[in-house]
């Protein structure tokens, strides 16, 4: 499938709120690659498709599950938020025939991952600062990525949530704990 396709699958499979969400993400991923000198069309079709399996139902992840022969445990309440990332690389190489570091980015997208490549990261924060209204945290994220600090951003990105979470009474997964053990000792 060439863009136009993917995007057309995209718009016609996802809500009008995912889909301008992906467009949003695509758009900030694009720009990125120019900074930080990655493929600018892969990362275009990355950020469009990150969140393809985002909205699947439970049947939807069963059938992927099943056909790629993952564990069940996917589908625990622990997976609910990554499930879709997860889904989503084993979808993209399905149906658009992506690469291995496309769908990499995709499975990483939502925590991290401590075998995170430059490619990987600008997809990661693309997806966190493609916001119409972004909070003084994701502020400086956005800053501190346009300058050329890709993992300081990261790492603030990170923190914010640490403490975001923390004030929840939630914690962070354990790959993104390890990722902030990682960036915080380059």
């Known amino acids: 499938m060439n863009k136009d396709e993917i995007k057309n699958y995209i718009k016609k499979h996802l809500s009008k709120f995912r ?13 990125l690659a120019k900074i930080y000198k990655i493929d600018l069309e892969k990362a275009y079709l990355v950020g469009l498709t990150h969140d393809i399996a985002k909205e699947f139902s439970v049947e939807e992840n069963m059938f992927w599950i099943e056909k790629n022969k993952l564990s069940h445990k996917y589908l625990e309440k622990s997976y609910k938020n990554i499930l879709h990332s997860d889904i989503g690389a084993i979808v993209a190489k399905d149906l658009f025939s992506f690469d291995d570091d496309m769908c ?3 499975k990483y997208h939502t925590i991290g991952n401590v075998c995170m490549n430059r490619f990987d990261k600008v997809i990661f924060i693309a997806d966190k600062i493609a916001r119409d209204n972004l909070d003084d945290s994701l502020k400086q994220v956005k800053d501190l990525v ?9 790492l603030r990105y990170f923190e914010s949530l640490t403490i975001n979470l923390k004030s929840r009474g939630l914690k962070l997964h354990p790959s ?4 902030i053990e990682l960036l915080k000792n380059n």
């Open 19 to 31: 889909y301008l969400h992906s467009l949003k993400v695509a758009d900030e991923a694009k720009k």
């Open 104 to 106: 990499k980015a995709i």
């Open 146 to 154: 346009y300058s050329g600090y890709l993992d300081k951003a990261l």
């Open 176 to 179: 993104c704990l390890k990722l």
